[in-house]
Nanobody
Framework: QMQLVESGGGLVQAGGSLRVTCAAS????????MAWFRQAPGNERDFVAY????????RYADSVKGRFTISRDNANNRVYLQMNSLKPEDTAVYYC??????????????????WGQGTQVTVSS
């Protein structure tokens, strides 16, 4: 199994920045594609960003494109989400997810095999 632990969430003002981190352990991290999803109370768990195990293919939800950056550090089994120009609508629990390398359904939570517990990001007006 792979274990994923998110950290780095917190409270930030609109327009501010925050970086959340996903630490992976338990199996070979570099063989997995990674993604960030987020879920606000009463809402679906929505896709945010995706990165392949090679880091070659990166995808973002339209709502965060140009503001968020996903990256990974395979040597240290970490994936990051740098969030800039934060908006109140970015407020959610942010989840790290992992799946075996394939392309289909990258924005669908059901295609991911492993999930972290989430970290809360709150953006104030």
């Amino acid at each position: 199994q792979m274990q994923l632990v998110e950290s780095g969430g917190g409270l930030v003002q609109a327009g501010g920045s925050l970086r959340v981190t996903c630490a992976a352990s338990g199996r070979t991290f570099i063989n997995y594609n990674m993604a960030w999803f987020r879920q606000a109370p009463g809402n679906e768990r929505d896709f945010v960003a995706y990165i392949t195990w090679t880091g070659v293919i990166i995808r973002y939800a339209d709502s965060v494109k140009g503001r968020f950056t996903i990256s990974r550090d395979n040597a240290n089994n970490r994936v990051y989400l740098q969030m800039n120009s934060l908006k109140p609508e970015d407020t959610a629990v942010y989840y790290c997810a992992a799946r075996a390398d394939h392309y289909n359904g990258l924005d669908q939570s059901s295609t991911y095999d492993y999930w972290g517990q989430g970290t809360q990001v709150t953006v104030s007006s």
